[in-house]
Nanobody
C-alpha cells in the first residue's frame, strides 16, 4: 500500500499555470505506475495523465500539449505541470497509484488504480 497526498491546487486565471504535486509514502514507490485524474462537478472522474515506472507518459487528448506529468523517484513524488489552463480544466484533481512490480505497465482507467489521494481543487476563472 502507498499513501498519497496532493498539493498545489488553487485559483488561477485562464491561460495561467499550476504545478500539482503528489507525495507518496510507503514502500516501493518505484514499483508503482502513477496517474492523475480529475472530476468536475456533476461529471464522472476522467483520466488526465499517467506515467510508468520508466517514465513513459500518456495524456488525455484534452490536455495533450498543455500538461506534463513527471516523477521524481528520489523524492517519491509525481508532478503535474498544468499550463494554458482553461475554465473547463476546473475540477478536483486526484493522484492515483497502482503496484506493477517490475513491469512497464501503465493504466489510463480509474478502476485499474487501488490507491488514491484526497484530491486538490483547481479552479480556472475566465
Amino acid at each position: 500500500q502507498v499513501q498519497l497526498v496532493e498539493s498545489g491546487g488553487g485559483l488561477v486565471q485562464a491561460g495561467g499555470s499550476l504545478r500539482l504535486s503528489c507525495a507518496a509514502s510507503g514502500r516501493s514507490f518505484n514499483n508503482y505506475a502513477m496517474g492523475w485524474f480529475r472530476q468536475a462537478p456533476g461529471k464522472e472522474r476522467e483520466f488526465v495523465a499517467a506515467i510508468s515506472r520508466s517514465g513513459i507518459t500518456y495524456y488525455a487528448d484534452s490536455v495533450k500539449g498543455r500538461f506534463t506529468i513527471s516523477r521524481d523517484s528520489a523524492k517519491n513524488t509525481v508532478n503535474l505541470q498544468t499550463n494554458s489552463l482553461r475554465p473547463e480544466d476546473t475540477a478536483v484533481y486526484y493522484c492515483a497509484a497502482q503496484y506493477v512490480g517490475y513491469t512497464g505497465t501503465v493504466f489510463t482507467t480509474d478502476y485499474d488504480y487501488n490507491n488514491w489521494g484526497q484530491g486538490t481543487q483547481v479552479t480556472v476563472s475566465s
